[in-house]
């Protein structure tokens, strides 16, 4: 991803400690495990992933924006915690169909009300070695966005 210089700036001076201090209060805990309260604790509307997102696209504020939209932001958040937060962009979204569903709270349910698909990412995780031969160590959120990423890049092709 390219963060724009005043975003990168922001981020890594005046912005840090924020970030710091809220990324201290997410766990990386995969989001099936979540029960109703852990999800509204750590990923609802007033969650400190919600006023991290909040900080990160400037959702809510005067101050000036940074260029960092939804993509972006999920992709330094799902860095940061790979097991909780999802990547959204508009490949993904059409292939699920997210249309303005919030991306969170949709992967929560599915993948807490169907355990077979959290059974089938792990069948996947086993079977996949990069170039050099070592098993990438995937959250079950990222083997579905690679999947479902090239699934829907073939279709576009």
Partial sequence: ITVRRDGGFGILTY???????????????????LSPEAYEQYLGRSSPAQELWNLLTRT???KPKWGIGSTTASKIMARKR????????????DVIGRD?????????QTLTENP??????????????????IRPELSTLRVFDVV???HGKEQKA
Wanted: hydrophobic letters at 40%.
């Fill in 116 to 133: 077979t698909l959290v059974e089938r990412a792990k069948t996947l995780r086993e079977h996949t070695i990069d170039p050099l031969g």
């Fill in 60 to 62: 809510g504020t005067e």
């Fill in 15 to 33: 912005e840090r400690e924020a970030i710091v201090s809220l990324l201290q209060k997410i766990p990386d805990e995969p989001i099936e495990d």
């Fill in 82 to 93: 790979p097991h909780l937060i999802p990547i959204q962009d508009r490949i993904v979204d």
């Fill in 148 to 150: 479902l990423w090239m």
């Fill in 100 to 108: 303005r569903q919030n991306a969170w709270e949709l992967w929560w």
